[in-house]
């Protein structure tokens, strides 16, 4: 009878240990990738605040590759670097249609008359949306 118990009890115990194990290979890591278009400002910030790479922008029909331009972004400013050259902007933050079927948090970065937004970010790679009619979506990697 006692060796009855006590396998019974090492087996629940190699269990509950396995299950254990399990539980923290479930869990999620840490987001390497967040959709941004459907997050609260705050949260859009804190995610784009630094400097970035502006690597490319492509939409459907064509890739437009960059070189040498910068974006540092710091909540409602950002300062735009090209060839060395800095200009300071302000990001001009508005809740509006994005033209794609939802809301967004557009902002006036790349031109004042077209918004863009945040769309996601992977990893150290932001993707930004534009809300023209070529719909050119870019892409930004952290420095």
Do not use: H
């Amino acid at each position: 009878m006692k060796r009855i118990i006590l396998a019974v009890t090492g087996i629940v115990a190699c269990l509950l240990v396995a299950g254990g194990c399990n539980g923290k290979k479930r869990q999620a890591p840490l987001e390497a990738e967040a959709t941004l278009f459907d997050k609260p400002l705050d949260e859009i910030k804190q995610y784009m605040n630094g400097e970035w790479e502006l690597v490319s922008g492509q939409n459907a029909r064509e890739t437009n590759e960059f070189e040498n331009t910068f974006i540092a972004f710091d909540n409602d400013r950002y300062v735009w670097t090209e060839d060395g050259k800095a200009e300071p902007g302000k990001l001009n933050w508005r809740k509006a249609e994005t033209g794609a079927g939802y809301e967004a948090w557009l902002m006036d970065v790349f031109y004042a008359e077209y918004p863009a937004y945040p769309l996601v970010i992977k990893g150290d790679t932001l993707y930004i949306q534009d809300c023209t009619a070529t719909a050119y979506k870019y892409t930004l990697v952290r420095k």
